[in-house]
């Protein structure tokens, strides 16, 4: 009798749900009449400022998304979403609240890999879009509609995914900027199917008429660039309207940034300036807009296909001087960790790391977590309330989103840390590989329960502040002097936390001394590079040209004897 009650109350819990949520998709047999894999995507919005899809943010004006896989979704079949589908801000459909709306869907498609570690997975393939679920070609996807939605009224909501995200162009050579494209063996045979890794080289002015010289190689570590960035040939468009940055607060910012850029240029090809070949990469994985340039159980070895493959290519292409003496790496946020994460896993193979506002270099500040005491990332320990960790801040230290809502609206957009998001990367890159083939949870994404033993391993393999303590004694000699960290003191995501700690840690070294550098901005929010004399907004456009001429001034003490440091200085 307890299984037959048991029975159908499953039954009518089930028809409860699906009546109070009658939303079914199909995707038109027009579009694909192959099975396809992926995360289904529902997204309501209230405003028709631009299409849903593109109105799912951590902030205040977030729009609403729910999530679903589909595994061999067959062309004209109903999928039907009910409140076992996890929803951001609101989990469930059925507490939407009554009212009109903009509805759209988007199925991100996934992809088979076969890995080398004997792990079959889905996951979405970059597509040139650098790991945008929203932009990444191929994708379907439903013309927006606006329609009445009241989820206890019981009436059917039909949409059909009718539509296919067009490819992006690949950018054009230029006479200073040229683009490659390599495949990587390391990678294909990790993941069982051709990887490519990209790069946009800038030339040095007199690359063309100087065939003898060969040059030192900047690199630039960030996300997923679509060309080398900060660059214009023309000055700025005067027909351009005026836009208004909400983060800084300040008109016409995008002829500021046009600006900036043709000054690069000119600076770049004008009398004075060092003579070294400056570099963007795309490493785009199945996880995210790029691989943190490090080796990783579940992305693969990255770090040595762009340190032993990618580079090197570039170099023999390229004319560059192709040791690691005339190598030198810089860049913010997540590159500003990549910066200093290969400068330590590889200290032979690069000659200076420049790291704005990294990434948490040091996991006691996993943001505002500290992964090794905290046993739950999303609220403060308390015996009778519930303080919500904060994860976004401005310059004055007002919140807009916390850990539980950002990592909440990364539950929605993918299952088993396949958001493409910051947390799920971090994940990725850090974690363990779990039974399912999948990254094993540094928490519960639901809950925020940390995972200790899973925390160890993240400190063992991947906590710079840690790393760099542990093995001085075997690696200072080679990062002595060479290491330089620039955080805001009021970083929108609380990094400035970790840089604290790593700064005591390297100031605490001997034999020899760390002899590097760790400044902070007063009252400077992300992105902040060291530069005192400018605004963050102008600052921020000019990591090229002040780690360029910074590193050219210490390689005096750094190059070893011998070293060519003239040819290039023409």
């Not at 102008?538 to 750094?558: C, G």
């Amino acid at each position: 009798m307890k299984c037959i009650l048991t029975g159908f109350l499953s039954i009518f819990i089930s028809a409860f749900l699906m009546a109070q949520t009658p939303v079914t998709i199909t995707r038109s047999k027009s579009l694909s009449s192959q099975p396809l894999d992926g995360r289904l995507l529902l997204l309501f919005s209230k405003k028709n400022e631009s299409e849903p899809r593109f109105q799912i943010s951590d902030g205040p004006k977030t729009q609403l998304i729910f999530g679903k896989d589909v595994d061999q979704w067959k062309a004209g079949q109903e999928i039907i979403f009910n409140n076992k589908d996890f929803g951001y801000p609101i989990q469930e459909l059925s507490k939407v609240p009554a009212g009109e709306y903009y509805v759209q869907a988007v199925l991100h498609q996934y992809e088979t890999f076969h890995r080398s570690d004997g792990h079959t997975v889905k996951l979405p393939m970059d597509r040139g879009e650098g790991q945008h679920w929203n932009l990444a070609p191929g994708n379907l996807l439903s013309k927006p509609v606006k329609i009445k939605y009241d989820p206890a009224s019981g009436a059917a909501l039909h949409i059909e995914l009718t539509d296919t995200i067009p490819a992006i162009p690949k950018p054009a050579d230029t006479k200073y900027i040229k683009h490659i494209s390599v495949l990587s063996k390391k990678l294909t045979e990790f993941w069982g199917r051709p990887i490519y890794l990209g790069a946009h080289i800038l030339l040095p002015e007199g690359w063309d008429t100087h065939p003898d010289v060969k040059y030192p190689l900047a690199i630039f570590h960030g996300h997923f660039p679509d060309n080398f960035g900060d660059w214009r040939t023309e000055p700025p468009d005067t027909s351009l309207k005026p836009d208004y940055s909400e983060r800084f607060h300040i008109s016409g910012y995008n002829r500021i940034t046009q600006q900036e850029n043709y000054n690069f240029y000119k600076q770049w090809t004008g009398p004075g300036f060092p003579r070294v070949i400056a570099v963007e990469i795309q490493h785009a994985t199945p996880y995210y807009d790029d691989s943190y340039a490090v080796n990783s159980a579940n992305n693969g070895p990255y770090g040595d296909a762009i340190t032993y493959e990618l580079i090197p290519e570039i170099e023999k292409r390229f004319r560059a001087i192709g040791k690691g003496w005339a190598r030198f790496v810089y860049g913010g946020s997540t590159g500003g960790w990549e910066a200093l994460a290969v400068q330590v896993f590889y200290p032979d193979e690069y000659n200076g790391s420049y790291a704005a506002c990294p990434d948490p270099i040091d996991f006691r500040a996993y943001t505002v977590i500290d992964l090794y005491k905290d046993k739950n990332a999303y609220f403060l320990e308390s015996d009778f309330k519930k303080t919500a960790r904060p994860a976004l801040r401005n310059y004055l230290g007002q919140v807009s989103a916390t850990v539980q809502e950002t990592n909440h609206r990364e539950l929605a957009l993918g299952s088993n840390g396949r958001s493409g998001e910051q947390w799920d990367i971090w994940q990725a890159v850090y974690s363990p590989v779990d039974t399912n083939g999948y990254p094993k949870p540094i928490f519960n994404k639901l809950s925020g329960d940390i995972d200790s033993a899973v925390a160890r391993y993240w400190r063992d393999n991947y906590d710079l502040s840690f790393i760099l303590e542990r093995d001085w004694p075997k690696t200072g000699k080679k990062l002595e002097g060479k290491i330089h960290i620039y955080c805001g003191d009021m970083d929108n995501f609380y990094l400035n936390n970790a840089v604290y700690f790593t700064e005591e840690r390297l100031k605490a070294l001997k034999n020899p001394s760390f002899r590097g550098q760790v400044d902070y901005g007063d009252r400077a929010e992300h992105c902040w590079n060291g530069d005192h004399n400018n605004p963050n907004y102008i600052s921020r456009l000019r990591y090229h040209s002040m780690f360029i001429n910074k590193w050219v001034e210490e390689i005096q003490n750094r190059a070893p004897a011998g070293a060519d440091l003239k040819s290039w200085r023409y």
